[in-house]
């Protein structure tokens, strides 16, 4: 191989701290041309192979050569930079007093010249009408593909993009592939993607390197590893069963509605999220919920979830009271289990695994109460229903996007709540862990007095459970 086609290369890369050591000496490299797909179930090392590849890591042994290289990242969690997540806190972008400082997206893009090629590439996301918007009211959904202009203006020679596809709807996702499939044929860029699915393997992709347990295996072709069934099984096998799960107290609710919302209107100034909107669920429903990215589905299950303020100035009926009518916030929420993809950023504790899902008996952003050894036990009871036991006392702040999610979703389980709000529940899930929390969730809904808000953009991943939908349009 030819020293000048080579963009970059890992050489029996051994990092120096043992945590994050891979089982063998690292070796990949990177030839003009190639588009990568780094595939391997959660917690296989994906992202850790992607910043040694932008030498984040001090090393032991071995070297990165990146000859000339400019290597840029994007992350689900890159979105805590652009939040500023640190100085806010979960419910602060429904307190309009609150936000009138917080930074526009015209404020971050800046007054940058662009080319009329990248123009171009920008327009797919129509992203031109989000300039005037704050930036802590986008979406989580809006915020990647923020995230994703931002980082293009620079051009980079290698941009790698983790997960790219998770909390876009189904049209930004075919923009998003199309997208990048310009940015290839420029010739000036190559991507390298980070999947948890070979189902999302797009066709620019020219080579693929598995990974498992922390091991690199035999990189391949695109089609090579597709046509490799054997190899597909291995790194996503099935999971044949269900650990027990833990015993459920009698307590079923006696409430007939659990939620009733009556001529809904959200505005916080000039602009408008919610109008004249009507939505009643009784109780042991399965509701869908969906609509396009910027529709209003994080703001009105903040309603749901007792977030908003904006409720008191609404008809609302959460488990047959009206908001207002003297509950308290906490009255509601240890009545709602929930996770969401604006919850997973907020989420941001250095604290063990099995302290984050016994959070979730106090509806905490981090564990501040003593729990009692009978809710340790459920809390550990429901980390082995969700198949990471093993993660209990890792920070949950070392652990990938994947693992993240399963120890939130444990979170939302542990009070058997008589609500579970599921927002992309599986966002970030490997094929494998797809298939397990679903069964989890229909298991948990076939319980009497159990009602269920879904929001998905993957349709294909719908409990069978679910028997209604609502859908929101954006608000013109």
Same mark, same amino acid.
């Given at each position: 191989?030819?020293?000048?086609?080579?963009?970059?290369?890992? %050489?029996?890369?051994?990092?120096?701290?043992?945590?994050?050591?891979?089982?063998?000496?690292?070796?990949?490299?990177?030839?003009?041309?190639?588009h990568?797909?780094?595939?391997?179930?959660?917690?296989?090392? !994906?992202?850790?192979?992607?910043?040694?590849?932008q030498?984040?890591?001090a090393?032991?042994?071995?070297?990165?050569?990146?000859?000339?290289?400019?290597?840029?990242?994007?992350?689900?969690?890159?979105?805590?930079?652009?939040?500023?997540?640190?100085?806010?806190?979960?419910?602060?972008r429904?307190?309009?007093?609150?936000?009138?400082?917080?930074?526009?997206?015209?404020? =971050?893009?800046?007054?940058?010249?662009?080319?009329?090629?990248?123009k171009?590439?920008?327009?797919?996301?129509?992203?031109?009408? @989000?300039?005037?918007?704050?930036?802590?009211?986008?979406?989580?959904?809006?915020?990647? !593909?923020?995230?994703?202009?931002?980082?293009?203006?620079?051009?980079?020679?290698?941009?790698?993009?983790?997960?790219?596809?998770?909390?876009?709807?189904?049209?930004?996702?075919?923009?998003?592939? @199309?997208?990048?499939?310009?940015?290839?044929?420029?010739?000036?860029? &190559?991507?390298?993607?980070?999947?948890?699915?070979?189902k999302?393997?797009?066709?620019?992709?020219?080579?693929?390197?598995?990974?498992?347990?922390?091991? %690199?295996?035999?990189?391949?072709?695109?089609?090579?590893?597709?046509?490799?069934?054997?190899?597909?099984?291995?790194?996503?096998?099935?999971?044949?069963?269900?650990p027990?799960?833990?015993?459920?107290?009698?307590?079923?609710?006696s409430?007939?509605?659990?939620?009733?919302?009556?001529?809904?209107?959200?505005?916080?100034?000039?602009?408008?999220?919610? &109008?004249?909107?009507?939505?009643?669920?009784?109780?042991?429903?399965?509701?869908?919920?969906?609509?396009?990215?910027?529709?209003?589905?994080?703001?009105?299950?903040?309603?749901?979830?007792?977030?908003?303020? &904006?409720?008191?100035?609404?008809?609302?009926?959460?488990?047959?009271?009206?908001?207002?009518?003297?509950?308290?916030?906490?009255?509601?929420?240890?009545?709602?289990?929930?996770?969401?993809?604006?919850?997973?950023?907020?989420?941001n504790?250095?604290?063990?695994?099995?302290?984050?899902?016994?959070? /979730?008996?106090?509806?905490?952003?981090?564990?501040?109460?003593?729990?009692?050894?009978?809710?340790?036990?459920?809390?550990?009871?429901?980390?082995?229903?969700?198949g990471?036991?093993? =993660?209990?006392?890792r920070?949950?702040?070392?652990?990938?996007?994947?693992? @993240?999610?399963?120890?939130?979703?444990?979170?939302?389980?542990?009070?058997?709540?008589d609500?579970?709000?599921?927002?992309?529940?599986?966002? /970030?899930?490997?094929?494998?862990?797809?298939?397990?929390?679903?069964?989890?969730?229909?298991?948990?809904c076939?319980?009497?007095?159990?009602?269920?808000?879904?929001?998905?953009?993957y349709?294909?991943? =719908?409990?069978? %459970?679910?028997?209604k939908?609502?859908? =929101?349009?954006k608000?013109?």
């Open positions: 191989m030819e020293k000048q086609n080579i963009v970059a290369e890992l %050489c029996e890369v051994i990092p120096r701290l043992p945590e994050l050591k891979f089982k063998h000496p690292i070796n990949w490299t990177i030839c003009k041309g190639e990568w797909a780094v595939v391997g179930p959660n917690g296989a090392g !994906k992202t850790l192979l992607a910043d040694f590849l030498q984040k890591h090393l032991k042994s071995g070297r990165v050569e990146l000859p000339g290289t400019t290597v840029r990242s994007i992350a689900f969690k890159d979105i805590y930079s652009l939040t500023d997540v640190r100085n806010s806190y979960y419910q602060q429904w307190h309009s007093t609150e936000t009138e400082e917080s930074m526009l997206v015209s404020d =971050l893009l800046g007054d940058i010249r662009l080319s009329v090629e990248i171009r590439l920008l327009s797919y996301f129509q992203f031109e009408e @989000q300039l005037s918007k704050r930036l802590i009211f986008l979406s989580s959904g809006e915020l990647r !593909k923020l995230l994703i202009i931002r980082t293009l203006i620079t051009m980079p020679d290698i941009l790698i993009l983790d997960n790219p596809f998770i909390g876009l709807d189904e049209d930004s996702r075919v923009v998003l592939v @199309q997208l990048l499939k310009d940015i290839a044929s420029l010739g000036q860029t &190559q991507v390298i993607l980070l999947l948890s699915s070979a999302d393997i797009p066709d620019f992709i020219t080579d693929i390197q598995p990974l498992k347990d922390r091991i %690199c295996l035999s990189p391949s072709t695109r089609d090579d590893f597709l046509n490799n069934r054997p190899l597909i099984s291995e790194l996503f096998p099935e999971i044949k069963e269900l027990l799960f833990p015993v459920f107290e009698d307590s079923l609710s409430h007939e509605v659990t939620l009733r919302m009556e001529n809904i209107l959200i505005r916080y100034g000039e602009r408008t999220i919610l &109008q004249d909107l009507n939505w009643e669920v009784k109780n042991n429903e399965k509701w869908s919920l969906s609509g396009a990215n910027g529709a209003g589905k994080s703001t009105l299950l903040s309603l749901v979830c007792a977030d908003n303020p &904006q409720s008191y100035a609404n008809t609302f009926y959460l488990f047959d009271k009206k908001r207002g009518s003297g509950e308290s916030i906490w009255d509601i929420k240890r009545r709602i289990g929930y996770v969401s993809p604006e919850m997973h950023l907020y989420y504790e250095n604290v063990a695994a099995l302290q984050v899902v016994a959070s /979730g008996f106090f509806d905490s952003i981090g564990l501040f109460r003593k729990c009692t050894e009978d809710q340790l036990h459920v809390a550990t009871q429901w980390l082995n229903v969700f990471v036991t093993y =993660l209990k006392d920070s949950f702040l070392t652990l990938s996007s994947g693992e @993240q999610r399963l120890i939130l979703l444990a979170r939302a389980f542990v009070k058997t709540p609500l579970l709000v599921l927002d992309e529940p599986l966002h /970030g899930l490997d094929s494998a862990n797809k298939k397990r929390v679903a069964r989890i969730i229909e298991y948990f076939s319980l009497p007095g159990k009602t269920l808000i879904y929001v998905t953009h349709p294909e991943e =719908l409990p069978a %459970c679910v028997n939908h609502f859908v =929101l349009k608000h013109q």
